[in-house]
């Protein structure tokens, strides 16, 4: 079976593309099918059309990484009815195509807490790129984490409106610093890279998402919200080939296996840690909601 799993921006970003490039090279050495890479795609609706189309004529099935397939995708199932599709961190579901949801609000809720516990100014921030899906329940993640820990530790919460630019990156973190957050959680792609330089030049500190940044940059990150994208894409792939169609979106998280975790640096005390513990076993067991949803203020430049 051909599938492609395609791509907006840069596969080798850092963040939940290259965790999923992962998923996908794992699929590849497992022989599971004859997989495709389709990458650089820019963030717009048109072009993601465009490359959509070029690209499923010539497979029998694609897998579309990221909550910017939500429009497109569904679209293209309905046009190419004998053809499989999934979305992974996707919210769209038919009778061609799957969505499949790594929950890294479950390791955002945790962060927010962890956070909270650990802000010396009493403000923390976040920042994310673009308004999808994931990093929207990701914010309302982190802040109702916050808010669950200590209610009176302020959050400044932003999207800068991109993944990839560390300039722009760069200058919402310091500004995000100049206001008091002394942690900031981000959840960004290439452009973390800015936000990085940002903490090292104000004397913030930072959590990091998807991957192991406390592992990269310890004296930067006190932790890291990590989520298996790879893992989703590899269910998605399997199923495909397996001929399987879930009707409702797949979420795996917490409840669910190792899918996701909070990864924390040496300087976490063991306290803090049995606390964070303590929450990820609520959340696995039911007795933690996680929200998705926020509606309260935003910080802008």
């Known amino acids: 079976m051909k599938i492609a799993v395609f791509f907006v921006g840069e596969v080798r970003d850092a963040g939940f593309n290259a965790s999923a490039l992962a998923g996908a090279e794992a699929a590849t050495a497992e022989a599971l099918a004859d997989i495709s890479i389709v990458s650089g795609v820019l963030y717009d609706q048109d072009e993601i059309r465009e490359r959509l189309a070029e690209v499923v004529p010539e497979v029998d099935g694609l897998v579309f990484i990221g909550g910017q397939g939500n429009i497109a995708t569904l ?11 999934a979305i992974v961190q996707g919210e769209r579901t038919g009778s061609n195509l799957a969505s499949y949801d790594v929950r890294q609000e479950d390791s955002a ?11 010396k100014t009493g403000t923390v921030g976040h ?40 300039a722009i990156t760069k200058a919402w973190t310091e500004a ?28 913030g500190r930072q959590i990091g998402n998807a991957l192991d940044w406390v592992d990269v940059d310890p004296e930067v990150f006190i932790a890291s919200a990590m989520a298996r994208i790879d893992l989703g894409v590899k269910a998605a792939i399997a199923d495909m080939v397996a001929g399987v169609t879930p009707d409702e979106i797949v979420e795996l998280g917490l409840a669910d296996g190792d899918f996701v975790t909070l990864s ?9 840690r049995e606390y964070i513990a303590s929450l990820a076993e609520g959340i696995r067991r039911g007795t933690i909601a996680v929200p998705n949803v926020y509606d309260g203020p935003e910080f802008e430049l």
Do not use: W
């Open 127 to 166: 920042l994310s790129g673009h308004r999808v899906p994931p990093g929207l329940k990701g914010r309302a993640a982190f802040v109702a984490g916050v808010r669950h820990a200590d209610p009176d530790v302020q959050t400044l919460t932003g999207f800068c409106g991109t993944q990839d630019d560390s």
């Open 109 to 119: 809720f945790l962060a927010g807490a962890l956070a909270a516990r650990m802000t």
């Open 75 to 85: 679209e293209v199932a309905d046009q190419y009815p004998d053809k499989k599709f």
């Open 176 to 203: 995000e610093i100049a206001a008091g957050a002394d942690i900031v959680f981000t959840m960004l792609n290439d452009a973390r890279s800015g936000a990085i330089e940002a903490c090292r030049n104000g004397g």
């Open 264 to 272: 924390m640096g040496a300087e976490v005390s063991e306290a803090a």
